[in-house]
């Protein structure tokens, strides 16, 4: 059972702070990473895809990976109220189908 | 969500009865996907297809079939509803088959709640 693990929070960070989210993932193999946001009540959406080690920047947000210690992190900047949510992290599997499996996400809250 | 939607958004029904649910896409996309969501479980995988009338189970597919005979359209049916199947179920759809795709655009989900 391929496993994709996340503390579940509450992180709660000051408005203007860096808010840092963990993911480890248990397949060796995968090579794809993605994090999406949900809002309450709402569908994931995509945020950031990472496929290689090292970091990925898009505007507030850096994505990490590690292959070698199977981790990939999540790093946003200037944490405004609005990026209160709860953050997915997902890890395609290597097989057929474009299967992503899901962590239990955390849930992150920015306090002005 | 642009591109794909989910009908019903929220549903009531009793115990025993059959459920569909419908996912409908106008991107052409080759993969289409059926999660539920629930406290403590997050995103899990019921059901897939790769194609027209190709589909395969997912992790939590045991009381769930499904059905594909349209690019555009994915059948979710509970064959005999339980109240364990009380979930947000999501359709998802992915349009690259390579290592580097961009993962998922999921739909607005549907509430449904057996009693």
């Known amino acids: 059972q391929k496993e994709v693990e996340q503390n579940s929070g509450p992180l709660s960070v000051p408005e203007g702070a860096i808010a840092s989210l963990n993911c480890t993932y248990s397949d060796r193999v995968s090579q794809s990473f993605f994090w999406y946001r949900q809002y309450s009540g709402k569908s994931p959406e995509l945020i950031m895809s990472?496929?290689?080690?090292g970091d990925k920047e898009d505007g507030r947000f850096t994505a990490q990976l590690n292959k070698a210690s199977q981790y990939v992190s999540l790093l946003i900047r200037d944490s405004q109220p609005s990026d209160s949510a709860t953050y997915l992290c997902a890890v395609r599997e290597a097989t057929a189908g474009n299967k992503l499996t899901f962590g239990g996400g955390t849930r992150v809250l920015v306090k002005p | 969500d642009a591109g794909i939607t989910q009908s019903p958004r929220h549903k009531v029904t009793e115990t025993g009865t059959p459920v569909t649910l419908r996912c409908h896409q106008t991107e052409n996309h080759r993969y289409m996907y059926w999660y539920r969501q629930d406290p403590g479980h997050g995103l899990r995988l019921i059901h897939y297809s790769y194609g027209v009338k190709d589909t395969d189970k997912g992790e939590v597919s045991d009381g769930y079939s499904v059905s594909r005979s349209k690019t555009e359209d994915f059948l979710l049916t509970l064959e005999s509803a339980t109240s364990s199947q009380t979930s947000v179920y999501f359709c998802?759809?992915?349009?690259?088959?390579?290592?580097?795709?961009?993962?998922?655009?999921f739909g607005s989900g549907t509430r449904l709640t057996v009693v």
């Open positions: 990472i496929y290689s080690n």
């Open positions: 998802a759809i992915s349009g690259r088959d390579t290592l580097y795709n961009y993962g998922y655009t």
